[in-house]
């Protein structure tokens, strides 16, 4: 791979990583994949909800974000993961799953979030 090439982002980022983003005002799109009920339990402030059983369905809102770096969230990572892949078989090359989901989100970044 020559030096010009931008370099593919892993599939899985750490919260810690999001978190630092978020703080140093980095501009991504932090994916919701869990369903409603979930989201209103408890959710990171400013992500947006598109739950994995709706992607296929409501795959289009996501076209506006094609260029930008996507962070998909579930509770503990595994839907989140499927759903980075997804993403990056259709053409979201900077779709990413955050490790350990909002569960561990609330044990290393916020703990005052609820946990279920």
């Known amino acids: 791979m ?23 005002g980095e501009q991504f799109v932090l994916l919701d994949c869990r369903e409603p009920d979930e989201h209103e339990v408890v959710h990171i402030e400013g992500s947006m909800l598109l739950p994995m059983s709706e992607l296929m369905a409501r795959a289009g809102e996501l076209e506006e974000y094609r260029s930008q770096r996507l962070v998909v969230y579930c509770h503990v ?40």
């Not at 990572?77 to 078989?89: D, K, N």
């Open 2 to 24: 020559s030096d010009d090439q931008p370099k593919q982002l892993s599939m899985e980022i750490s919260c810690s990583d999001v978190h630092q983003m978020r703080e140093g």
């Open 77 to 116: 990572g595994g839907r989140s993961m499927q759903v980075a892949a997804w993403l990056r078989q259709r053409g979201f090359p900077e779709a990413q799953s955050m490790a350990g989901g909002i569960d561990a989100w609330a044990i290393q970044i916020d703990p005052y979030l609820a946990r279920y």
